[in-house]
């Protein structure tokens, strides 16, 4: 518990708040930081769920609506001057009290999708002055152990949704005394926050005994190695914030952090040769592991902006012509560096509901991105080599953009693409953080993004297209009836090759109106240094850091 384990992040953290977070920097903090009702499985492969603030899984009625749960007993938050001195024990209404606070207009939490309309009663929660416990028949409290969770319809993905980061558990006492640093239940407490640069965590002295037992599916030799071991295994994390790439990458190399995930495919070339590992490298023991991501890069466009938002056929043409300029297999031989596999609908490869047969019309064609907008009225009319819009004002677009080295190579190649059909555009950079903030206020008008999954299942990722989550997932605020509808009815199916037809179905919509440019789906290649032990990415969880261990 001596030893310190060096982590980097990509981007500075946003709210250390599960109910408002949503970068997956932050969400690697708070989940380690907090807990949520359930766990995934470490190694297990196909994933699986397990217990981790219950005794047991969940115990769900015979028509799949009411979910009980029971607490384990003397789980304890870390002390906080909020509980007055006195130890404070993890309760039933604490999980009501976090589950409901996302009901809050005023937090705009953007995870409230995984329960608007999906717990009973739920509308109560929006009518008049908010009130995070106001009592609904969708979570009650049996007794101080018990909760049961009722809801509208069946869910077939409610279980991954517990075992969620936004699902993490709260106290009220601490959220109402706006207590300076996070306070949880999980394997770790925040001791020092340079916000933005740097943070410390403490393995959490509080925290109830936990012996690995998960599965040896994945990894056999982990799982033997990890046996009955009590966790965490290291008593400090060491967390540092480099924005950009060469930072992380030299971080690694010069021997600074214990491992890389994943290494920036731009830069590659300073790890990797010929996809393996370079064999100066390899001979100092760092390993490699080259791992599918479950997730989807992708260009969205503000639906409600007044150039190129709207379902009208010019504006539809324009966002069209936009997906054709795009050349994916440029962009992932010379950015990606051959580290991504084209998008061919938003769901990755091992998502369920993911179609290896099905093919994007949405290829790369600027012959026919031309044609479409010289077709509806986006011409050149004064010769100065730029398109201008149908009623002849100027066409200029409003690209927002990392304000990175990769940011500027992604820029530069968006230029050209769009230079190639006659489109400006000009580019906002900015960081990361700035950027969510202005995504979520709809002053955005297109901007790349990258949706890791939060469970392994097909609406993960259409919902982030559902109209009544326009604002918050759906960036692109798209509302389309006929997609939503669709969406509903998937939504009560199981993986089948039912639903799949509706997948279908909602992925001939998003390429019609074009809401979303489909990028690539990228893989991770993954760098450890010799003296790290335990270490296998996880395709869900954000971190492993409760696992690992250090031998140097």
Same mark, same amino acid.
């Given at each position: ?11 500075? @953290? ?16 708070? @989940?380690?930081?907090?807990? /949520?009702?359930?766990? =995934?499985? =470490? ?67 953007? #995870?409230? +999708? ?40 069946? *869910?077939?993905?409610?279980? =991954? ?19 300076? +640093? ?33 599965? /040896? ?41 214990? =491992? ?39 260009? #969205? ?6 150039? $190129?938002?709207?379902? /009208? ?25 051959? $580290? ?23 290829? &790369? ?14 011409? *050149?009319?004064?010769?100065?080599? #730029?398109?201008?819009?149908? *009623? ?21 190649? #968006? ?11 000009? +580019?906002t950079s900015g960081k990361f953080t700035d950027l969510l903030k202005a995504a979520r206020l709809g002053q955005v008008q297109l901007l790349e993004a990258e949706w890791i999954a939060d469970f392994p299942d097909g609406e993960n990722f259409y ?14 605020? +798209? ?10 009815? /998937? ?21 019609? &109106?074009?809401? %979303? ?13 010799? %003296? ?21």
């Amino acid at each position: 518990m001596n030893k310190t384990l060096h982590v980097v992040l990509q981007n500075g @953290e946003t709210v250390l708040d599960p109910a408002q977070a949503s970068d997956i920097n932050t969400l690697s903090l708070i @989940e380690n930081i907090f807990d /949520a009702p359930l766990r =995934y499985d =470490y190694l297990a492969r196909p994933l699986a769920l397990r217990p981790n603030l219950t005794t047991a899984m969940p115990t769900i009625s015979a028509d799949g609506t009411t979910y009980t749960l029971t607490l384990q007993r003397g789980i304890r938050f870390t002390p906080d001057p909020a509980f007055g001195g006195k130890p404070r024990e993890l309760v039933a209404t604490d999980l009501i009290y976090s589950m409901q606070r996302h009901y809050d207009p005023a937090l705009k939490s953007p #995870w409230l +999708f995984l329960l608007d309309g999906k717990l009973a009663g739920d509308t109560a929660l929006t009518q008049g002055k908010f009130d995070p416990m106001r009592p609904i028949a969708g979570l009650t409290a049996p007794d101080s152990h018990t909760l049961r969770i009722v809801l509208n319809r069946p *869910d077939n993905n409610f279980l =991954y949704i517990l075992a969620m980061p936004a699902l993490s558990v709260v106290a009220h006492e601490t959220i109402a005394a706006r207590t300076a +640093f996070p306070i949880g239940t999980g394997p770790y407490l925040l001791r020092e926050w340079q916000r933005n640069s740097r943070l410390l965590l403490d393995a959490n002295p509080d925290y109830r005994r936990t012996v690995f037992d998960d599965s /040896a599916s994945g990894n056999p030799a982990i799982a033997r190695a990890l046996h009955a071991r009590s966790l965490p295994l290291i008593g400090h994390i060491d967390v540092r914030v480099l924005e950009e790439q060469q930072a992380r990458v030299l971080a690694f190399l010069n021997r600074d952090i214990d =491992y890389l995930e994943p290494v920036p495919a731009p830069l590659s070339g300073m790890v990797l040769e010929q996809g393996q590992l370079k064999p100066a490298l390899a001979s100092q023991g760092i390993t490699l592991a080259l791992t599918p991501a479950m997730s989807l890069d992708y260009l #969205w466009m503000n639906m409600e902006d007044p150039v $190129l938002g709207g379902y /009208a056929l010019p504006q539809i043409a324009l966002r069209r012509a936009i997906g054709y300029s795009y050349d994916r297999a440029e962009d992932i031989r010379v950015l990606s560096k051959g $580290l991504a596999i084209p998008a061919e609908s938003p769901l990755p490869p091992n998502v369920f509901g993911y179609d290896a047969a099905l093919r994007s019309d949405a290829g &790369y064609d600027p012959a026919l991105a031309r044609a479409l907008l010289e077709r509806f009225g986006y011409r *050149d009319r004064d010769g100065d080599g #730029w398109r201008e819009q149908p *009623d002849g004002s100027p066409l200029t677009l409003t690209m927002h953009t990392l304000a990175s080295t990769t940011g500027r190579l992604r820029d530069e190649l #968006w230029s050209r693409s769009l230079k190639a059909i006659g489109i400006r555009v000009v +580019f906002t950079s900015g960081k990361f953080t700035d950027l969510l903030k202005a995504a979520r206020l709809g002053q955005v008008q297109l901007l790349e993004a990258e949706w890791i999954a939060d469970f392994p299942d097909g609406e993960n990722f259409y919902q982030l297209l559902y109209g009544p989550n326009a604002g918050s997932a759906n960036r692109a605020r +798209f509302r389309l009836p006929a997609f939503d509808r669709l969406y509903e009815q /998937a939504q009560q199916l199981p993986d089948s090759p039912a639903r799949n037809l509706l997948y279908r179905d909602m992925n001939r919509l998003v390429q019609g &109106y074009a809401p %979303w440019v489909l990028r690539t789906h990228p893989v991770s290649a993954d760098v450890q240094q010799p %003296w790290l032990r335990h270490y296998q990415r996880h395709p869900v969880m954000l971190t492993t850091w409760r696992y690992l261990d250090l031998e140097r």
